[in-house]
């Protein structure tokens, strides 16, 4: 929902990055697996219970994912580029959760699970909704230049990042920040599945 309104404030800032990275050689691909990295070091410290030092890395990684867009738009965009970074950012996504029930699964665990599955069901009626997107040529640029169609919804990248944070702000609260983030997630999904009724009609057959 915030993401964009975020993407105003910081794409500027990270495409004149994205222009300096691009100009010395720097691949968009390198930047998205320095980004993985960082966002793995933040879950890794995050179930070692080193909260605060885990939102170093986490925020680093997270401007890693926005600035290897920049890397990628200034140089060279690639097909598998876009495929990796989605890719990165579901992993990403999955690991702080885990490393939370890592770190605490008797008081994490059935909170922690509910969240994964949240996110598995949202982030599958997100890729469906781009499937279908793209078999009907339909394109947005409301999140910045994608290689996949972004629907938007109630939680988005902005969010997600601001509940992480909150996470490892007060640790103790992760199991109930987990069942309400977990139920909006799965609003979400609702929303999208009810637009993508709206927008993908049945194709006609050919005569």
Same mark, same amino acid.
């Given at each position: 929902?915030?993401?964009?309104?975020?993407?105003?404030?910081?794409?500027?800032?990270?495409?004149?990055?994205g222009r300096y990275l691009a100009g010395r050689g720097v691949a968009a691909d390198r930047v998205t697996l320095?980004?993985?990295?960082? #966002?793995?070091?933040?879950?890794?410290?995050?179930?070692?219970?080193?909260? #605060?030092?885990?939102?170093?890395?986490?925020?680093?990684?997270?401007?890693?994912? /926005?600035?290897? #867009?920049?890397?990628?738009?200034? #140089?060279?965009?690639?097909?598998?580029? /876009?495929?990796?970074?989605i890719v990165a950012d579901m992993a990403f996504y999955g690991a702080i959760p885990l490393a939370f029930v890592?770190?605490?699964?008797?008081?994490?665990?059935?909170?922690?699970?509910?969240?994964?599955?949240?996110?598995?069901?949202? /982030?599958?009626?997100?890729?469906?909704?781009?499937?279908?997107?793209?078999?009907?040529?339909?394109?947005?640029?409301?999140?910045?230049?994608?290689?996949?169609?972004?629907?938007?919804?109630?939680?988005?990248?902005?969010?997600?990042?601001?509940?992480?944070?909150?996470?490892?702000?007060?640790?103790?609260?992760f199991a109930p920040l987990a069942w309400v983030f977990g139920a909006l997630c799965l609003a979400t999904a609702?929303?999208?599945?009810?637009?993508?009724?709206?927008?993908?009609?049945?194709?006609?057959?050919?005569?």
């Amino acid at each position: 929902m915030l993401d964009s309104a975020a993407r105003k404030l910081i794409d500027p800032a990270l495409d004149r990055a994205g222009r300096y990275l691009a100009g010395r050689g720097v691949a968009a691909d390198r930047v998205t697996l320095i980004g993985l990295a960082l #966002g793995l070091l933040a879950a890794l410290l995050i179930a070692l219970g080193a909260f #605060g030092l885990a939102l170093l890395p986490l925020l680093a990684g997270r401007i890693a994912d /926005g600035l290897d #867009g920049a890397v990628a738009r200034a #140089g060279t965009r690639t097909d598998f580029g /876009g495929y990796l970074d989605i890719v990165a950012d579901m992993a990403f996504y999955g690991a702080i959760p885990l490393a939370f029930v890592i770190h605490a699964p008797a008081a994490n665990g059935a909170a922690g699970a509910f969240l994964l599955a949240s996110f598995y069901v949202n /982030g599958a009626s997100f890729l469906g909704y781009a499937v279908l997107a793209e078999r009907r040529g339909l394109e947005t640029t409301a999140q910045g230049a994608k290689s996949l169609y972004y629907s938007g919804g109630l939680l988005e990248g902005t969010e997600t990042i601001a509940f992480f944070v909150a996470l490892c702000l007060w640790p103790g609260l992760f199991a109930p920040l987990a069942w309400v983030f977990g139920a909006l997630c799965l609003a979400t999904a609702a929303l999208r599945l009810r637009a993508a009724r709206a927008s993908f009609p049945a194709l006609e057959e050919p005569k």
